[in-house]
């Protein structure tokens, strides 16, 4: 009949489209399957997944201070390296070197034949010129980034193209800070004086390494690094002729990227994950001691923190076997002290407190408070997104329930939690601050002072701890620490003494870095007084 | 003629209130983000910073101004297309969003085509035939899409495509060693079109393994919302008059629907995908941060957290001269196309 | 008074009506019901606000843990129920916030129209052109300077949303402002304000309940985006979007911990939305959402 107005077909239009759609999808996904079934060439390119965003922020070599660390160690060189198995410092662009008696004046012999990437030779003119230019700011306004280490140096003298003397104004282990991680590479004078600052930031760079950058993708944050023919070190035996260093926030994704072995390295993951990576006999995990532990400052200027048994009390209750075999997988050890362990100044006789919820609720009580009633409401802040640190922060607080405590938790990002620290009023901060700490340089000062000296406006003494026998002593020790290392840390360890007996943090744990890489990448050590920094000169590909 | 002064009168009009919005949002977002700071000066130094380091930054971000004097430089820059630098990436705001753009453009497309071809059928198929298990799974599927919480459904697809069966990968836009040894060549900023136009079809099946499952994710919302909108909207046009007259002309049902019925449905249709557009292309930032996508999304997310606020200022200007534009653009073409739009 | 009854009881019809609807309305009563009674049913009640077992972390689901154990051991499934709570409730205080700044605004430029009214709707504007979720996250993220808790989320969402009922009410008001009866209580003398509150705005309730009805869905997805950033509930917070934030880092091998509070959102935002849907289709079929 005409008047059948919706024509009934056995396959509809719209059916037909949907079938289209479909068949389209299901082609691409197995079209997708298939490239992932072609087996990868294997060019000379290692690949490094970055677990943070932004390769590389800071661009100019004076003002280094955040994650371009891990490019720059392999395309700029500093004048020494440390070791930390040998302790003792490897020579770079320096060959040797001597210290007077009183320890202010210290004179280095340089490399000769050293070519920076524009072509330029190094000389002891680049080592003045580089050094001025970081303690005096690109921009003559003072030191930028890290460069405040080098507030110890007086006056940098060229003795001749191959020797450059360093006068200080106080003893100071200058060694330590000539090896550090940021802000002391040397590059070179003339194109800088040249070209300039901005010049750094359109992606140019003028070190000494064994790589140079020969492209920076901002849009996929990636830095592709090439071999530099001209390297001093010379290129016999196997080495990288690239190597790729991409930024990977996901972790899922690293992993995944990891096993199907397009990269060859990953700085972290998840212990949960590594666990499962053990098994899989084509991934090596590698396990160093870090110089980084987490620590939980303790807010002295407020109620009840200010009184010292209470946080003894709070010591006592923290559960440091639980958080260490259940949050950290055991990948981490209890602090003795704030110096990690593996670093110098480290002392492994250091006291420490340990769980005991008996001991804990007796100082309480002798103080006159009950810890059967709930008596206090403490705000616990940490790092927003950190697992550790809120993991840890749930074990603390059921433990603390049991002593009449209530934790409560609050994840910010860094700046925030940074800032509430900083408030002018101490009503107004929290009460436990959690952060990690890390070295500028390998020297125990770099965790004794920032974090415990006494300041007039605060910094990172976030536990606001005032002592001035303790300021004293790593004092003492920091400007003796060049030249008679035996007593300087005997003055760190009576400071440490000072920490654990007045408590002013909960030293949790130290950490260890894991780092999971592919089996067939040799050559890798990792050296943690240049954090995740791989040193990709040394590392070859051995199937 | 009457209807071109009224036009024009109507264009003017909306310009001028679109700039009075324009610049609202500016002072909202000028003081939300910076009336409660959190030294963001610290941020720019870095790690560690010293106090005096502090200071200075201060002195260089221009933050040791009072807040009026702040605005004002902020809006002088404004008007010569500078949007201050970002905070966290030390980079120019306005080169950030552009590098990041391409990304969520090409996603947040991918999704909506995806959206429509799904949507459309779907949308006419329940409006022709009301009530029935068809209608009733549209409807379902359509609330469905706007029901669902994005990153867990990219999490389940995560989930079920990588880990179980190992089809697609968990994330990013490409592999990094298909990037590298099958660049793909810039020209449109879109991978899957310069794949293609390039000749470089390893690259073209890699970035489409890496775009379906964000893709389908994103195409959820706006597939429940085309749906929605086109059933309804058509659902009414089939009552109308001309709709029987056709009819009893005995034109088949088919025609009838598809030329006389959507056509009239797709006006309010496309409107409302375009606003979605707009904020899709912020609104994301949950899928891109499941897939690792890089995209405006993702930025946005991370700039907020870590109250980057030259970074935040400049994305909601960026986002909302993008949503006045296209709505000042969408109800011009409604008032050509449909002179019974009042333009008064 | 009898026409408020009626229309109450229209409603329900028109709930009845529609299977689909019918199904998800008795949904969403059994889910406010599990709210309320939440913590009386649940097999491990304690878990979800403190307690902590290391030892049994990251089971999978059993007997013993229907939906198995987080990274601290705690049940899933007794955080998942009385999440509940805690979803509902942002829910109804996010959307009442918004309505109590929205709709007296909307009235106010509705009926005082002229300049009034001209600057609030561009100040309605002003927010509408930035995406609601934008706006609420840097709402959120400026306000938990102090730190995070619901009250920023509940905030932040009522800031960012209010414009739409503004928007939605001065429609209405402009509409009915010419009717006999606002024009006979004007002429009556009746005070503006009042005839805002007591003749009008009665008239526009059904819409406003509608268009709340409709966001509540809407309301749970936004407050759960912010929680999965991190902005808002804290751990131990049994809160559906901090689970799900937290599930991400270890659900690839333990998929249990992200895939339930999500389904369990997924479930009570679909119910509400299919629920009010077919509320409008009877109801206030002229509504729309964009």
Not at chain 3, 211 to 233: H, K
Request: charged residues 20%; neutral net charge; glycine residues 6%.
């Amino acid at each position: 009949m005409k008047g059948n107005i919706i024509n009934k077909n056995a396959v509809t239009r719209m059916q037909a489209i949907l079938i289209a759609v479909i068949i389209v999808i299901a082609a691409v996904i197995v079209g997708a399957y298939y490239i992932f079934l072609k087996p990868a060439p294997k060019p000379l390119i290692a690949v490094y997944a970055y677990a943070t965003t932004d390769v590389i922020v800071f661009w100019d070599p004076s003002e280094t201070y955040s994650n371009e660390v891990v490019v720059f160690n392999n395309v700029y060189e500093q004048l020494v390296r440390y070791d930390p198995p040998t302790d003792s410092f490897v020579p770079v662009l320096a060959t040797s070197w001597s210290v007077s008696d009183d320890g202010l004046v210290y004179n280095f012999t340089l490399r000769k034949g050293v070519k920076f990437h524009c072509g330029h030779e190094m000389t002891a003119h680049s080592v003045k010129y580089s050094i001025e230019r970081n303690m005096r700011g690109w921009d003559g306004q003072g030191p930028r980034g890290a460069s405040y280490i080098w507030d110890p140096v007086e006056q940098i003298n060229v003795i001749d193209n191959y020797t450059v003397q360093f006068v200080l104004k106080y003893p100071a282990s200058l060694l330590t800070i000539a090896s550090a991680a940021y802000c002391a590479h040397i590059y070179c004078e003339k194109c800088t004086e040249q070209y300039g600052h901005e010049w750094f930031y359109e992606g140019h760079e003028l070190g000494t390494g064994p790589y140079k950058i020969e492209s920076y993708d901002k849009a996929k944050d990636m830095v592709v690094l090439a071999k530099f023919d001209d390297y001093w070190g010379g290129w016999k035996g196997k080495h990288f002729d690239k190597v790729i260093i991409k930024s990977v926030p996901e972790w899922s994704t690293a992993r995944m990227q990891l096993e199907a072995g397009e990269v060859d390295f990953v700085d972290r993951l998840p212990y949960e994950d590594i666990a499962a990576l053990q098994q899989n006999p084509k991934i090596e995990i590698v396990r160093t001691p870090a110089y980084q532990n987490l620590l939980g400052f303790f807010n002295t200027e407020k109620y009840p923190l200010n009184i010292s048994e209470v946080r003894k009390a709070i010591s006592y209750a923290v559960p440091y076997n639980d958080i260490i075999n259940t949050v950290m997988r055991g990948n981490a050890r209890q602090s003795k002290g704030p110096v990690p362990y593996g670093l110098w100044g480290h002392s492994e006789d250091l006291p420490q407190y340990t769980y005991n919820l008996t001991k804990a609720k007796e100082l309480l009580r002798s103080v006159g408070i009950d810890p059967d009633t709930q008596w206090c409401t403490l705000i616990y802040t940490y790092n927003a997104g950190d697992e550790y640190e809120r993991r840890a922060g749930e074990l603390l607080k059921a433990e603390l329930t049991k002593i009449g405590i209530n934790l409560q938790l609050q994840g910010m990002p860094w700046e925030q939690q940074w800032g509430l620290a900083q408030s002018p009023n101490p009503e107004d901060r929290q009460d436990i601050f959690v952060m990690y700490w890390w070295p500028d340089y390998p020297d125990p000062y770099t965790f004794l002072g920032p974090m415990f000296h006494s300041e007039e406006e605060i910094v990172f003494n976030l536990g606001y701890y005032d002592n001035p026998e303790y300021d004293r002593l790593i004092e003492e020790g920091f400007a003796i620490a060049g030249t008679n290392r035996t007593r300087a840390e005997e003055l760190y360890r009576q400071a440490q003494m000072l920490l654990i007996e007045d408590c002013p943090a909960i030293f949790f744990f130290d950490m260890q870095y894991v780092r999971p890489k592919r089996a067939s990448l040799k050559g890798y050590v990792d050296n943690p007084a240049y954090a995740h920094v791989v040193f990709w000169y040394n590392c070859y590909r051995e199937e | 003629m009457d209807f071109a002064v009224k036009l024009r009168y109507f264009i003017i009009r909306r310009i001028l209130l679109s700039i009075i919005v324009l610049f609202g949002v500016c002072v909202i977002t000028f003081f939300i983000a910076r009336v409660i700071p959190a030294n963001p000066a610290a941020m720019w130094v870095g790690a560690h910073p010293t106090q005096e380091q502090i200071e200075r930054a201060k002195k260089e971000l221009g933050l040791d101004q009072p807040l009026h004097i702040q605005f004002l430089i902020y809006m002088n820059k404004l008007l010569h297309g500078d949007l201050g630098v970002s905070i966290r990436t030390h980079r120019p705001v306005i080169e950030d969003i552009l590098s990041y753009l391409p990304a969520s453009l090409e996603l947040v497309g991918t999704g909506m085509i995806i959206a429509v071809i799904i949507g459309i059928p779907l949308g006419v198929e329940s409006a022709t035939k009301k009530d029935s298990w068809i209608d009733h799974v549209s409807r379902l599927l359509s609330i469905g899409g706007v029901s669902i919480f994005t990153p867990w459904l990219g999490m389940m697809g995560q989930l079920l495509f990588f880990k179980w069966l190992g089809l697609l990968p968990v994330g990013d836009r490409i592999s990094t060693i298909v990037s590298i040894q099958y660049p793909i060549q810039k020209i449109t900023g879109f991978y899957l079109i310069d794949s293609i136009l390039s000749g470089n079809f390893v690259a073209f099946q890699d970035a489409l393994a890496h775009i379906i499952l964000p893709a389908l994710v994103v195409a959820a919302y706006p597939m429940g919302l085309v749906t929605r909108m086109i059933r309804s909207t058509m659902a009414d046009v089939l009552e109308e008059d001309f709709i029987r007259t056709a009819k009893a002309y005995g034109i088949p049902g088919r025609i009838v629907a598809y030329k006389y019925a959507l056509k009239n449905s797709l006006g309010p249709t496309i409107t409302v995908l375009a606003l979605s557009f707009a904020y899709s292309l912020v609104e994301t930032f949950l899928i891109e941060m499941v897939f690792n996508w890089p995209g405006l999304g993702r930025y946005a997310a991370f700039s907020i957290i870590s109250l980057d606020y030259p970074a935040i200022m400049g994305i909601a200007i960026f986002i909302a001269i993008v949503y006045i534009l296209l709505n000042l653009i969408v109800d011009l073409l409604q008032a050509v196309i449909d002179p019974r739009v009042r333009l008064g | 008074m009898k026409a408020r009854f009626r229309e109450i009881r229209y409603s329900l019809y028109v709930l009845k009506r529609n299977r689909l609807t019918y199904v998800s309305s008795l949904f969403v009563l059994f889910l406010i019901f599990v709210a309320v009674i939440g913590p009386l049913i649940v097999p491990y009640p304690e878990d979800a606000y403190g307690a902590v077992h290391p030892e049994r972390a990251f089971k999978p689901p059993s007997f013993e843990h229907i939906f198995g154990t987080d990274d601290a051991g705690r049940d899933i499934f007794s955080r998942v129920i009385i999440g509940a709570r805690i979803s509902l409730s942002i829910g109804v205080i996010a959307i009442v916030l918004t309505v109590l700044i929205g709709v007296p605004l909307g009235l106010i430029a509705g009926y005082m129209g002229g300049f009034i009214d001209e600057a609030i709707m561009r100040v309605t504007d002003m927010f509408l052109s930035l995406p609601p979720l934008l706006l609420a996250l840097v709402f959120a993220a400026v306000m938990g300077l102090r730190g995070q808790s619901f009250n920023n989320v509940l905030v932040a969402i009522a800031i960012a949303w209010w414009p739409w009922y503004t928007r939605l009410v001065r429609g209405q008001v402009v509409s009915l402002k010419e009717r006999p009866f606002v024009e006979a209580a004007h002429a009556a003398g009746v005070r503006p304000l009042k005839i805002m509150f007591r003749h009008i705005l009665p008239n526009c309730l059904t819409p406003i309940l509608v268009q709340a009805s409709l966001d509540f869905g809407s309301v749970i997805l936004t407050a759960a985006g912010l929680s999965f950033l991190g902005l808002g509930a804290q751990p131990p917070t049994p809160e559906w979007g901090l689970m799900l934030s937290i599930g991400r880092y270890y659900f690839l091998n333990y998929w249990w911990l992200a895939t339930f509070p999500g389904l369990a959102i997924f479930v009570t935002v679909l119910a509400f939305n299919l629920m009010s849907d077919g509320l409008r289709e009877a109801l206030c079929p002229r509504l729309r959402r964009f």
